[in-house]
């Protein structure tokens, strides 16, 4: 078994697609299915890998739920990274604003932003194994 979709839920669709295919990610699949879509992305890094669906967050549970995520400042979703300063500047030159800059957190380094689509989204760098 393996982890073939996730999602976060985004209050805009469209606003979603541009903000992450702006910092990297490749369209994958847009089906229309009615008021939506069925709109994926991958990693160029990985096109064959995990998608992420930008799912309508519709739902009378998601605001109160994604809200208070953000207050508690917890991330909706996790991606890795390989380099975490190079991304950090990176994104901070596409516009990106980060709640949380760089910093060391136990075995990884991380980072948060806000995907400008209610939700906060934390970079991981893994650290190298302590001799």
Sequence with gaps: MRIWITSVLVDDQEKALEFYTRIGFQLKHDVPTGAHRWLTLVSKEQPEGTELLLEPGEHP??????????????????????????????????????TTEPMDAGTVRMAVFDDTCGNLIQLIEMKAPQQ
């Design 61 to 98: 549970a998601v605001k109160p739920y994604k809200d208070a995520l953000v207050a508690d400042g917890i991330p909706a979703a996790s991606f890795q990274v390989s380099d975490l300063n190079a991304e950090y500047a990176r994104l901070k030159e596409l516009g990106v604003m980060f």
